[in-house]
């Protein structure tokens, strides 16, 4: 009899990260501004992982597509195999450049209007060839005897990476919730700060300092959850090498989110329901896509 596994980890690992979510939750709900105070301080270093920390996770999507290309192929479906593997790598290219594009950018120098637009180009081709990798990777590791769990596996992927954005972008509209960042902008920050069950829906618009609850960056490092799914996935396949994915996922998330309240981007109950509503949208698509298998 199998052992009831929840993202290719046991259930025990599902309940301890809900449990520190919640544990941040409610601590940040009665000393968000008190932890805010004492710990933001803007670094170089806490810049660069907060700008490029979030490639790791992107790793994932071409990852994903790679699952569902040796799946399909499997089949007897080269052509849909690819087209989604295609798919797969141009996700992480394109959230990539909208969230580090313009790091990548600033590294050339660039200046919109000024510099030569095949300096934009340039730092696109850069992006899109750091994707390149895992593909190559995940080629040579994914065992393709399980097709249809293969498929299931990056479909899981793509589709909860996609609908924990999006859930996250109209989250943010709802709560409009000043950061930590633009509120120290202000004469007196703490008259402005609002809880995150003080919501004023809509009032953000696109103004990116209303926009603290919950984070988005948090919604990318939890992808790092669905490492275990993918390591189940490879050649030499264990419950050893899936928690040892579990482990490097969870370190992750926790630096990750202390990047996020050093670097006055969030509050800890902003990180801690960001983690949260990504790792239970993931969990929910993984029992929808992965329900015959008895381990997830």
């Known amino acids: 009899m199998k052992k009831r596994t929840i993202m290719a980890v046991p259930v025990t690992c599902f309940w301890a990260v809900v449990a520190v979510c919640l544990l941040g939750i409610v601590i940040g709900s009665f000393l968000d501004f008190r932890i805010n105070e004492s710990m933001a301080n803007v670094t170089k270093i806490g810049s660069f992982f907060a700008a490029f920390g979030c490639y790791f996770s992107f790793c994932l999507y071409p990852a994903a597509g790679m699952c569902l290309y040796k799946g399909l192929k499997k ?37 919109a209007g000024e510099s030569s637009p095949w300096i934009s180009v340039l730092s696109w081709l850069i992006i ?36 924990s954005d999006n859930v996250n972008l109209w ?22 700060f609002r809880n995150w069950w003080q919501m004023v829906p809509n009032l953000a618009g696109s103004n990116d300092g209303l926009k603290s609850w919950p984070s988005g960056n948090m919604t990318i490092a939890t992808m790092m959850f669905a490492l275990p799914m993918l390591a189940d996935v490879t050649k030499k396949r264990s419950m050893g090498k899936n928690l040892c994915c579990y482990a490097v996922a969870f370190l992750f998330v926790l630096l990750y989110g202390y990047n996020r309240i ?35």
């Not at 087209?83 to 600033?106: E, P």
């Not at 981007?265 to 298998?293: C, E, K, M, Q, W």
Request: some cysteine; overall charge positive; proline content about 4%.
């Open 128 to 163: 899109a060839a750091l994707y390149v990798w895992p593909i190559l990777v995940c080629g040579r590791v994914l065992d393709d005897v399980d097709a249809d769990r293969l498929i299931a596996v990056g479909a899981v992927i793509l589709v909860a990476g996609v609908l």
């Open 171 to 192: 989250l943010k509209q709802v709560a409009s919730r000043p950061r930590y960042k633009y509120l120290i902008t202000l004469e007196d920050p703490k008259s402005q």
């Open 75 to 111: 089949k007897g479906l080269p052509m849909a195999g690819t087209a989604l593997l295609i798919i797969g790598w141009f996700l992480a290219v394109c959230y990539t450049n909208s969230y580090s594009g313009g790091k990548v950018r600033d590294l050339f120098h660039y200046t």
């Open 262 to 296: 050093h670097m006055t981007n969030h509050f800890l109950s902003d990180v801690s329901f960001g983690t949260l509503i990504t790792y239970l949208i993931h969990a929910a698509v993984s029992r929808a896509f992965l329900p015959s298998t008895g381990q997830d």
